[in-house]
């Protein structure tokens, strides 16, 4: 492995002696892998390798993983908004994280969702699916905060329990459950196929996470191609409804495995990331008593508080672009097919564009963060996420105004790229 320094040669010490400012070369990470949830220390914290990557190597090419991997604000806004990049991991280069994502015998990925589609296919597929999401959140926007207030005044009323299992879990597998309209009985079994479905995102998976990928995987494509059918036969008042009459009138030129494909990664999607948002920022204000007094004193910055809880510690650490042809990435030669990572964690505690970028404060409005990615792969759930994180925040210290962590070790999820707790003992009341 080996890294593509930025600077000048005097910066390109190989390891004889520290830098001008103190640093040990052998503490910058070399691999896109030093820096993810597979490295326990990085699992505990990625910031500190990452600014280490962000202020020596910038732009550094992991040779083994064969990608490379972006940590400055400003390479990274640039990368993930330009709309030459491409997504479809058969695109990059043999051997790359991306085209780990491929299947070997046919080359190709399964019918992938939006989240891997380029144009024309991505468009045809997006602009229709979000204009139906989104009309369906506004409307739904008052039952929305029912559901999460139900779910909330439901958990223990004192007492310890584990936040995550209680509230953050709960909360948007029921509220993306009941936008798609799917049957609430089986919640249970949708959060195991989510979990099971996600690990299609990790490009090294164990022999048994594969399993629970390809049993979750075969599960959720008979549930949804039954939902289809079922819509299409007698709708309902939900997104499934929706995008099968926009299919009847032609207004969405989209097949049944395409719409499948995408209803499910809502699911998912809309499942997963909304839970860590809503862990990672309830352990914020618990970590940052100030801040946490300032939310209760002025509710109305929970707006400004969950974009916060995003810059600071985003439920997704990092997005990829494949290069289609030869450029340059801040004064590094990147060829065609090259997959290039970004670190969203990195990007939003930039000091270059951000005062104080390891400070959390709600109080301080900030430049705009990349927590969603951006250009035309921008997260398609950032709104519904917003304003479920927003109402959980404010509805939660309402009811557990005394709330506090519990005398219990942090267990972050393993999953590479992605940042959330698997659980949060919590302690509130007598």
């Given amino acids: 492995m080996r890294a593509i320094?930025?600077?000048?040669?005097?910066?390109?010490?190989?390891?004889?002696?520290?830098?001008?400012?103190?640093?040990?070369?052998?503490?910058?990470?070399?691999?896109?892998?030093q820096v993810s949830a597979f490295d326990p220390d990085a699992r505990s914290d990625p910031h500190t390798p990452l600014k280490q990557l962000r202020e020596h190597c910038p732009v550094m090419r992991d040779e083994m993983a064969k990608t490379w991997f972006l940590t400055r604000y400003e390479d990274i806004r640039a990368t993930v908004n330009d709309?030459?990049?491409?997504?479809?991991?058969?695109?990059?280069?043999?051997?790359?994280?991306?085209r780990r994502l491929v299947d070997e015998e046919s080359g190709e990925m399964e019918q992938p969702s939006i989240l891997f589609l380029d144009d024309p296919d991505h468009a045809r597929i997006r602009l229709p699916l979000a204009k139906a999401f989104y009309a369906r959140?506004?409307?739904?926007?008052?039952?929305?905060?029912?559901?999460?207030?139900?779910?909330?005044?439901?958990?223990?009323?004192?007492?310890?329990?584990?936040?995550?299992?209680?509230?953050?879990?709960?909360?948007?597998?029921?509220?993306?459950?009941?936008?798609?309209?799917?049957?609430?009985?089986?919640?249970?079994?949708?959060?195991?196929?989510?979990?099971?479905?996600?690990?299609?995102?990790?490009?090294?998976?164990?022999?048994?996470?594969?399993?629970?990928?390809?049993?979750?995987?075969?599960?959720?494509?008979?549930?949804?191609?039954?939902?289809?059918?079922?819509?299409?036969?007698?709708?309902?008042?939900?997104?499934v409804s929706d995008m099968v009459a926009l299919q009847a009138t032609g207004e969405a030129d989209i097949s049944d495995e395409e719409l499948r494909r995408n209803l499910e990664a809502l699911l998912v999607g809309g499942n997963l990331t909304t839970t860590d948002l809503i862990g990672n920022g309830v352990w914020l204000f618990l970590t940052h008593p100030d801040q946490l007094e300032a939310l209760k004193a002025d509710p109305g910055l929970a707006g400004q508080a969950v974009e916060e809880v995003?810059?600071?510690?985003?439920?997704?650490?990092?997005?990829?672009?494949?290069?289609?042809?030869?450029?340059?990435?801040?004064?590094?030669?990147?060829?065609?097919?090259?997959?290039?990572?970004?670190?969203?964690?990195?990007a939003n505690r930039d000091a270059a564009t951000f005062d104080q970028p390891d400070r959390f404060d709600i109080t301080v409005k900030r430049p705009s963060h990349v927590a969603f990615g951006g250009g035309p792969h921008i997260c398609i759930g950032a709104p519904l996420a917003r304003i479920e994180a927003r109402h959980v925040y404010v509805k939660l210290f309402e009811r557990y105004p005394d709330m506090k962590l519990a005398d219990a070790p942090l267990v972050w999820r393993t999953l590479p790229f992605f940042r959330g707790l698997e659980t949060l003992e919590v302690e509130t009341g007598a």
């Fill in 5 to 33: 320094w930025r600077y000048d040669a005097s910066k390109q010490n190989k390891g004889r002696k520290n830098m001008a400012d103190g640093t040990n070369p052998k503490d910058i990470p070399q691999s896109i892998f």
């Fill in 83 to 98: 709309r030459s990049y491409v997504r479809l991991p058969s695109k990059a280069e043999e051997g790359s994280l991306s």
């Fill in 137 to 239: 959140i506004q409307k739904m926007k008052p039952e929305i905060e029912a559901i999460i207030d139900e779910i909330i005044e439901a958990a223990p009323e004192s007492g310890r329990f584990d936040l995550m299992n209680d509230i953050a879990v709960p909360i948007p597998v029921l509220v993306i459950a009941r936008i798609l309209g799917v049957d609430e009985n089986r919640l249970a079994e949708f959060r195991d196929w989510s979990e099971g479905v996600i690990l299609s995102l990790n490009p090294v998976r164990t022999e048994e996470e594969t399993a629970h990928l390809v049993r979750s995987a075969d599960a959720i494509n008979a549930y949804f191609d039954d939902l289809i059918a079922a819509r299409r036969a007698e709708p309902q008042d939900d997104l």
């Fill in 310 to 346: 995003l810059r600071y510690e985003a439920p997704v650490s990092a997005t990829s672009r494949i290069s289609p042809d030869e450029r340059e990435i801040g004064g590094c030669p990147v060829k065609a097919r090259q997959t290039v990572f970004c670190s969203l964690a990195s």
